[in-house]
């Protein structure tokens, strides 16, 4: 009857244990002092790498996110065969909208880095702000009536959240 007691006990605190050591892990994981008001809070935990101070950690998600954004930009030639049949205007009308949007949040990305070099934080967060209309693509292929490509549609996606997650390590100044 004590053994099963002890083997109880012990069951008991093995569980006990692996929940501590799992919130834990998770605790360290979800609250990144520079990710307090992200959406994406394990996303941005990786954005932000191991940045010790604002400034970096602010230059690392953003420079993720340009990575992203790069990604996603080399991706508008395949655009046109997505859109197949559609009459001309309608094509040439939705792969400008979706170049421009790529390449502008591109080049906004990229003025973040100067803004933050230069202390400029209301431009930065304008600019910021600004790479968030990256979903003015999809939003061009819905209004076509054509489906975006699976996969510009999860990298655009992916791309959202690292522009917000951008925005939240931004306030934290």
Same mark, same amino acid.
């Given at each position: 009857?004590?053994?099963?007691?002890?083997?109880?006990?012990?069951?008991?605190?093995?569980?006990?244990?692996?929940?501590?050591?799992?919130?834990?892990?998770?605790?360290?994981? $979800? @609250?990144?002092?520079?990710?307090? *008001? &992200?959406?994406? =809070?394990?996303?941005?935990?990786?954005? %932000?790498? /191991?940045?010790?101070?604002?400034?970096?950690?602010?230059?690392?998600?953003?420079?993720?996110?340009?990575?992203?954004?790069?990604?996603?930009?080399?991706?508008?030639?395949?655009?046109?065969?997505?859109?197949?049949?559609?009459? $001309? @205007?309608?094509?040439?009308?939705? *792969? &400008?909208?979706? =170049?421009?949007?790529?390449?502008?949040? %591109?080049? /906004?990305?990229?003025?973040?880095?100067?803004?933050?070099?230069?202390?400029?934080?209301?431009?930065?967060?304008?600019?910021?702000?600004?790479?968030?209309?990256?979903?003015?693509?999809?939003?061009?292929?819905?209004?076509?009536?054509?489906?975006?490509?699976?996969?510009?549609?999860?990298?655009?996606?992916?791309?959202?959240?690292?522009?917000?997650?951008?925005?939240?390590?931004?306030?934290?100044?």
């Amino acid at each position: 009857m004590a053994s099963n007691m002890y083997q109880h006990l012990a069951r008991v605190w093995l569980v006990m244990a692996m929940i501590g050591l799992f919130a834990s892990a998770t605790e360290a994981f $979800g @609250n990144n002092r520079f990710c307090k *008001t &992200s959406d994406y =809070k394990q996303i941005c935990n990786l954005m %932000v790498k /191991d940045a010790n101070n604002w400034h970096d950690a602010t230059r690392n998600a953003i420079q993720s996110s340009i990575d992203v954004a790069v990604t996603l930009q080399k991706m508008t030639p395949t655009l046109d065969k997505a859109l197949g049949r559609l009459p $001309g @205007n309608s094509k040439d009308s939705t *792969t &400008s909208t979706c =170049k421009e949007t790529f390449d502008n949040t %591109v080049d /906004d990305l990229k003025q973040c880095l100067k803004f933050l070099d230069n202390n400029d934080t209301a431009s930065l967060n304008i600019h910021l702000s600004a790479a968030t209309s990256v979903t003015d693509c999809q939003d061009a292929f819905q209004e076509s009536g054509a489906e975006l490509p699976p996969r510009v549609a999860k990298i655009t996606e992916e791309l959202s959240k690292y522009v917000s997650n951008c925005l939240a390590v931004s306030e934290q100044t």
